[in-house]
């Protein structure tokens, strides 16, 4: 058993945070600052940090990734990256924003979604609701809550 305590992008301890475990056959739902508990999968995919930040990864070969969520920041470590590890602090969450046009003119009800660079949508999905926005009448679109690292903005082009 492993032992961490995960840390604010400011340094205090992140009580709470949650921590999902991804693993083959394990489906995670990204929200913004949190999981999406209602479609998780049976298993204890997402284990909770206590006050203090801290929380025990049993030696599990089949987790790859760790992935760690907070109102407050995010971050996402493999094995690899988490070995010899103690504190682990989260990186602050960003900000997309981006204008579609079409033909030199704004684009209006353009619909776009995030993926991870690297990750399969079968380990874990941006939650549709959360992580779609459409363009507005300007050609417009905000993510307001995206996590760090190496993102793919996708059109989502409806049916």
């Keep these: 058993t492993e032992r961490y305590t995960v840390l604010l992008p400011d340094g205090r301890p992140a009580a709470n945070a ?7 056959g394990v489906r995670l739902e990204l929200a913004p600052g949190r999981f999406n ?3 998780a999968q049976v298993g204890g995919s997402i ?14 070969e089949s987790v790859h990734t760790v992935m760690i969520v ?3 920041g995010f971050l ?27 033909g030199g003119k ?5 619909t ?3 993926e991870f660079e690297g990750i399969k949508p079968a380990d874990l999905w941006f939650g549709s609701s959360a992580f779609h926005v459409s363009s507005d009448p300007e050609g417009k679109f905000v993510f ?15 049916f």
Excluded: M, Y
């Excluded at 284990?47 to 599990?60: I, M, P, S, T, Y």
């Excluded at 470590?77 to 981006?98: D, H, T, V």
């Excluded at 704004?106 to 353009?110: D, E, F, L």
């Excluded at 307001?144 to 409806?158: A, D, F, M, T």
């Design 37 to 39: 508990r209602e479609n």
């Design 70 to 72: 907070h109102p407050l």
């Design 18 to 24: 949650e921590v999902g475990l991804i693993a083959p």
């Design 47 to 60: 284990l909770l940090a206590d006050k203090e930040g801290r929380f025990q990864l049993a030696a599990d």
């Design 76 to 102: 996402c470590l493999n094995r690899a990256e988490l070995a010899g590890q103690e504190f682990l602090q989260l990186q602050p969450w960003g900000r997309l924003e981006g204008v579609v046009t079409s």
């Design 112 to 114: 776009f979604g995030l």
């Design 144 to 158: 307001s809550q995206v996590p760090p690292g190496k993102l793919k903005l996708i059109r989502i082009i409806p």
């Design 106 to 110: 704004p684009a209006v009800g353009k």
